[in-house]
């Protein structure tokens, strides 16, 4: 059974890089089968997905135009694990992000979720 | 991008009665050579994530009650639960996951009356 355990911080600073990990068991995170996303929401935005990573012989990256400055998603074959940094953050990017395995081959399975609230 | 819209935003619907979510995407989302659509369903409760109920548009992840259940192809898409339970208020929403960006519909939150 697949688990995702995410953690990282619940209150960054404005402007300052938000950062949170997410500790997969039950699968690989090189799995030639299967993506891992970043996906956020808040009531203002609902539910809005960030970026990809997947491996198919190498590594690939996708990310959402509106943060694709902003972002990046790395995975960690050694500690089976998938990291998001967003930098320069305001309070718009307060939401509850989470770690989520799926694909079109897959099935999807969401992590518990982490609050993150951009705050002075 | 795929957009994705939802009706209704919501509806309130007896116990024991059927209540119907529709979504539909701005293009096909049907992969021919898989002959698949690739469209998720999603239950999601208060302080909870969302939890998968149906993928591939129609095949219902185990563990999952039989009364839910996913139709449609191409563009238009159903999530019918035949027999509405009291557990089963919560916000349902689509997901399509034929290309990036990944996106959802607004959701529909089931309600009783």
């Known amino acids: 059974q697949v688990q995702l355990q995410q953690s990282g911080q619940g209150l960054v600073q404005p402007s300052q890089t938000l950062s949170l990990t997410c500790a997969i068991s039950?699968?690989?995170?090189?799995?030639?089968?299967?993506?891992w996303s970043w996906i956020r929401q808040s009531p203002s935005r609902g539910l809005e997905w960030l970026a990809r990573t997947y491996y198919r012989s190498q590594w690939y990256y996708d990310y959402a135009i509106s943060v694709k400055s902003r972002i990046i998603i790395t995975a960690d074959i050694s500690k089976n694990q998938v990291s998001l940094q967003l930098s320069s953050v305001t309070p718009d990017d307060t939401a509850v992000y989470y770690c989520?395995?799926?694909?079109?081959?897959?099935?999807?399975?969401w992590g518990q979720g982490t609050l993150v609230i951009v705050s002075s | 991008d795929i957009v994705m819209t939802q009706s209704p935003d919501s509806l309130a619907v007896s116990l024991g009665e059927r209540a119907t979510i529709n979504c539909k995407s701005s293009q096909s989302i049907f992969h021919s050579s898989k002959n698949k659509n690739y469209l998720v369903w999603y239950q999601q409760k208060p302080g909870q994530p969302p939890k998968v109920l149906i993928y591939w548009s129609s095949t219902r992840e185990s563990g999952v009650p039989d009364r839910f259940s996913g139709s449609g192809s191409g563009t238009d898409f159903t999530l019918t639960i035949s027999s509405l339970q009291a557990e089963d208020v919560a916000v349902y929403y689509c997901q399509q996951y034929y290309d990036v960006p990944l996106t959802f519909g607004g959701g529909t939150k089931v309600e009783i009356k």
């Open positions: 989520v395995r799926g694909s079109q081959a897959s099935v999807w399975v």
């Open positions: 039950g699968d690989s995170v090189s799995s030639d089968l299967t993506a």
